[in-house]
């Protein structure tokens, strides 16, 4: 097969070249294309390095318009329309694939060549972490090759020489690129993603149905970094805010629409007092407009391009979702107190229950208040018996509880006695409710873990959690983490509940423990220090960088100034170096050159490109020829083509030439 590869023709040789580069291109994107796209792509791929390696033609243009109809149809039928961030990607991908079908001319490949760069940067559509980035370098460097290979001279130039000079072109153009990062203004995009471009994204919901956090336990990815500047908080103290919950239809818990009028409703009334934290999020997109901070959090966070507001249940929200990667710093207080003093109109809202659910819990409220020094408690006492019930009453902390019904806390308090942190705090809730006591659901993220490497905290999915509060008597909102009752490893040493590792990781483990921990961290290290640095490139730190290279206060015309003074240094900078290059041509040429102006201006016909022997021809037909001037072309014409080392001669014939005689006197 190696034999044959190296003996296929090169237009062969070069479109198999092209179909590997084009399937490296799209390769990333297969989990998110439809199913029918991924395998129609490779397959037509796989068609058309079948055609290139027998030599054979290209299908007819029926077929290509029969497989164009198939794959608008299917783009159709999978998402309803050909507009869209996923729609799009999966039709350009499919053009591409099929545009390989009727590669006949270069104008075809010049569009394949552009497909392949559109598709190459659609990959930064769903993920711009550093690996798609070096996915992605190493699929331009493909592409140039091939573009380059496509304008080499005919033969069959080697693949590795147009390689070296696609690698050549992208260092060359490195500098500006960097430049062209570092300076261009930063100013918002001339259109903006459509409404499907963050969907299938994982995180905290908008609503919460029990159940729904556990299936985030197994989801590993980053939710967000937190660095603090200063003293760090305690562990089992992070608790970051997120979604309130506080209506609950009997199926689903949502954020609380009062039908109070706005005077009645509830506002934050927040106090904070103690120790204050400053961090700063790196928060990864998630198409929602939640900013996670701690618990409490008086003043809004510093988010650039963003402005921020919080609700009367203490969340942070930005005025736009968010759909990139953001960083943003805040400061909270461990130490506040929230909420109303005194019993309020608003806190009807928190006692509300659904009528016709969780029948048995109900009654068994009731049966707490017939117990003796009950029937009167207030709120602390009423949540230290449940807690204790919680704690004593064979309850389970799982990530497999099985498939709850109707009445989901019923089943949670009397049948399985199992669940994940929402089936707790949902029962929580509601048992609270029954007993008179104001109570809701906060989600949110619990802990994190400190990577060595950089000393940034992470958040992960997996970290998501749900935890409940409940109205005291001048205390306000307390929080209470029912979980910590069931499972106290899971509040307090952050035993997480995860899934088994694969067996790679196993066998590494064996034989190292801790290598995939620490191999983990030093590439979340990696990937976070890409984060700050390169998608985190702000206008704030284009600012700075000026203000080190001397501006004081420096503003977009300084910017702009800069930009444009580098690219005329750089343009100054190419024009004299190809000035530079013309000088040192190639000596032989010189003389040559030299040689056929000298013997012209005699007033022999000279034509344009003559070689030395037909000057030497020329020369003779005159009988006034200087038979050392013949012998001095002849022995040029042997530098040039003869196999010795011809360096010193040439400088000893340059130097004859300038005392040249061409014709006797």
Same mark, same amino acid.
């Given at each position: 097969?190696?034999?044959?590869?190296?003996?296929?023709?090169?237009?062969?040789?070069?479109?198999?070249?092209?179909?590997?580069?084009?399937?490296?291109?799209?390769?990333?994107?297969?989990?998110?294309?439809?199913?029918?796209?991924?395998?129609?792509?490779?397959?037509?791929?796989?068609?058309r390095g079948v055609l290139a390696w027998g030599?054979?033609?290209?299908?007819?243009?029926?077929?290509?318009?029969?497989?164009?109809?198939?794959?608008?149809? #299917?783009?159709? !039928? &999978?998402? =309803?329309?050909? @507009?869209?961030?996923?729609?799009? $990607?999966?039709? *350009?991908?499919? +053009?591409?694939?099929?545009?390989?079908?009727?590669?006949?001319?270069?104008?075809?490949?010049?569009?394949?060549?552009?497909?392949?760069?559109?598709?190459?940067?659609?990959?930064?559509?769903?993920?711009?972490?550093?690996?798609?980035?070096?996915?992605?370098?190493?699929?331009?460097?493909?592409?140039?090759?091939?573009?380059?290979?496509?304008?080499?001279?005919?033969?069959?130039?080697?693949?590795?020489?147009?390689?070296?000079?696609?690698?050549?072109?992208?260092?060359?153009?490195?500098?500006?690129?960097?430049?062209?990062?570092?300076?261009?203004?930063?100013?918002?995009?001339?259109?903006?993603?459509? #409404?499907?471009? !963050? &969907?299938? =994204?994982?995180? @905290?919901?908008?609503?919460?149905? $029990?159940?729904? *956090?556990?299936? +985030?336990?197994?989801?590993?990815?980053?939710?967000?970094?937190?660095?603090?500047?200063?003293?760090?908080?305690?562990?089992?103290?992070?608790?970051?805010?997120?979604?309130?919950?506080?209506?609950?239809?009997?199926?689903?818990?949502?954020?609380?629409?009062?039908?109070?009028?706005?005077?009645?409703?509830?506002?934050?009334?927040?106090?904070?007092?103690?120790?204050?934290?400053?961090?700063?999020?790196?928060?990864?997109?998630?198409?929602?407009?939640?900013?996670?901070?701690?618990?409490?959090?008086?003043?809004?966070?510093?988010?650039?391009?963003?402005?921020?507001?919080?609700?009367?249940?203490?969340?942070?929200?930005?005025?736009?979702?968010?759909?990139? @990667?953001?960083?943003?710093?805040?400061?909270?207080?461990?130490?506040?107190?929230?909420?109303?003093?005194?019993?309020?109109?608003?806190?009807?809202?928190?006692?509300?229950?659904?009528?016709?659910?969780?029948?048995?819990?109900?009654?068994?409220?009731?049966?707490?208040?017939?117990?003796?020094?009950?029937?009167?408690?207030?709120?602390?006492?009423?949540?230290?018996?449940?807690?204790?019930?919680?704690?004593?009453?064979?309850?389970?902390?799982?990530?497999?509880?099985?498939?709850?019904?109707?009445?989901?806390?019923?089943?949670?308090?009397?049948?399985?006695?199992?669940?994940?942190?929402?089936?707790?705090?949902?029962?929580?809730?509601?048992?609270?409710?029954?007993?008179?006591?104001?109570?809701?659901?906060?989600?949110?993220?619990?802990?994190?873990?400190?990577?060595?490497?950089?000393?940034?905290?992470?958040?992960?999915?997996?970290?998501?959690?749900?935890?409940?509060?409940?109205?005291?008597?001048?205390?306000?909102?307390?929080?209470?983490?029912?979980?910590?009752?069931?499972?106290?490893?899971?509040?307090?040493?952050?035993?997480?509940?995860?899934?088994?590792?694969?067996?790679?990781?196993?066998?590494?483990?064996?034989?190292?423990?801790?290598?995939?921990?620490?191999?983990?961290?030093?590439?979340e290290a990696t990937n976070n220090r890409w984060?700050?640095?390169?998608?985190?490139?702000?206008?704030?730190?284009?600012?700075?960088?000026?203000?080190?290279?001397?501006?004081?206060?420096?503003?977009?015309?300084?910017?702009?100034?800069?930009?444009?003074?580098?690219?005329?240094?750089?343009?100054?900078?190419?024009?004299?170096?190809?000035?530079?290059?013309?000088?040192?041509?190639?000596?032989?040429?010189?003389?040559?050159?030299?040689?056929?102006?000298?013997?012209?201006?005699?007033?022999?016909?000279?034509?344009?490109?003559?070689?030395?022997?037909?000057l030497a021809l020329l020369l003779q037909t005159?009988?006034?020829?200087?038979?050392?001037?013949?012998?001095?072309?002849?022995?040029?014409?042997?530098?040039?083509?003869?196999?010795?080392?011809?360096?010193?001669?040439?400088?000893?014939?340059?130097?004859?030439?300038?005392?040249?005689?061409?014709?006797?006197?």
């Amino acid at each position: 097969m190696l034999q044959r590869l190296n003996h296929l023709p090169r237009d062969a040789r070069d479109t198999l070249f092209l179909l590997g580069v084009i399937a490296w291109v799209i390769l990333p994107q297969i989990d998110r294309l439809p199913l029918w796209c991924s395998l129609m792509a490779g397959a037509v791929l796989l068609w058309r390095g079948v055609l290139a390696w027998g030599s054979r033609p290209l299908p007819s243009r029926w077929w290509l318009l029969a497989l164009l109809a198939l794959a608008t149809a #299917g783009t159709w !039928m &999978s998402y =309803r329309t050909l @507009l869209g961030r996923d729609a799009g $990607v999966t039709f *350009i991908v499919v +053009l591409l694939a099929l545009k390989t079908l009727e590669m006949r001319a270069r104008r075809d490949a010049f569009v394949i060549f552009f497909l392949g760069f559109f598709t190459m940067l659609s990959n930064f559509f769903f993920s711009q972490s550093l690996l798609t980035a070096a996915a992605m370098v190493v699929a331009l460097l493909g592409l140039l090759t091939a573009l380059v290979n496509s304008h080499m001279p005919v033969g069959r130039p080697p693949l590795m020489q147009a390689a070296r000079t696609a690698a050549w072109m992208a260092l060359a153009g490195a500098p500006i690129m960097a430049t062209l990062f570092m300076l261009f203004p930063r100013i918002a995009p001339l259109w903006g993603l459509p #409404g499907d471009a !963050m &969907s299938g =994204r994982s995180g @905290l919901s908008g609503q919460m149905q $029990v159940g729904t *956090i556990a299936s +985030l336990a197994l989801d590993d990815s980053i939710a967000m970094r937190i660095r603090f500047e200063g003293d760090t908080p305690p562990q089992r103290d992070m608790y970051f805010r997120g979604p309130v919950f506080s209506s609950f239809d009997g199926k689903e818990w949502r954020p609380l629409r009062s039908a109070f009028p706005q005077p009645m409703q509830l506002q934050p009334d927040l106090a904070v007092q103690g120790p204050a934290y400053s961090y700063q999020v790196t928060l990864a997109a998630n198409n929602r407009p939640w900013l996670m901070v701690l618990d409490a959090t008086p003043q809004a966070p510093e988010i650039r391009g963003y402005s921020a507001s919080m609700g009367p249940d203490l969340q942070w929200q930005a005025n736009q979702p968010i759909a990139d @990667l953001v960083r943003y710093r805040a400061t909270s207080y461990l130490e506040y107190r929230h909420g109303p003093n005194r019993l309020a109109v608003g806190l009807q809202d928190y006692l509300d229950l659904p009528p016709g659910f969780n029948p048995r819990t109900l009654q068994l409220a009731a049966d707490l208040r017939r117990q003796p020094g009950l029937a009167t408690a207030g709120a602390q006492t009423l949540v230290d018996t449940v807690m204790d019930k919680l704690r004593t009453g064979g309850y389970e902390y799982t990530l497999e509880p099985g498939v709850y019904g109707t009445h989901t806390a019923d089943e949670f308090w009397f049948d399985r006695k199992a669940g994940f942190c929402e089936h707790i705090a949902s029962s929580f809730v509601l048992l609270m409710r029954a007993l008179d006591v104001p109570a809701r659901i906060v989600t949110g993220y619990q802990g994190g873990q400190v990577n060595n490497v950089d000393s940034f905290w992470t958040v992960r999915q997996s970290d998501a959690h749900a935890w409940a509060e409940v109205w005291m008597a001048g205390r306000g909102w307390v929080r209470v983490d029912p979980t910590s009752a069931v499972s106290p490893g899971r509040t307090g040493t952050f035993q997480r509940l995860a899934p088994q590792p694969g067996v790679l990781a196993q066998a590494l483990n064996a034989v190292s423990p801790g290598f995939t921990l620490n191999l983990r961290a030093l590439w979340e290290a990696t990937n976070n220090r890409w984060n700050q640095w390169v998608l985190n490139y702000s206008q704030a730190k284009q600012m700075d960088l000026l203000r080190n290279l001397g501006f004081s206060a420096p503003d977009w015309q300084d910017l702009s100034t800069v930009l444009i003074g580098l690219i005329v240094a750089a343009s100054l900078t190419g024009a004299g170096w190809n000035w530079w290059n013309r000088l040192r041509r190639d000596p032989w040429l010189q003389a040559l050159e030299t040689a056929r102006q000298q013997i012209k201006a005699t007033g022999l016909p000279v034509a344009p490109g003559c070689t030395p022997r037909a000057l030497a021809l020329l020369l003779q037909t005159d009988p006034r020829a200087n038979p050392l001037a013949v012998q001095w072309l002849l022995q040029l014409e042997a530098l040039r083509y003869g196999k010795t080392d011809a360096a010193g001669a040439l400088r000893a014939a340059r130097l004859q030439l300038r005392t040249m005689r061409w014709l006797s006197p």
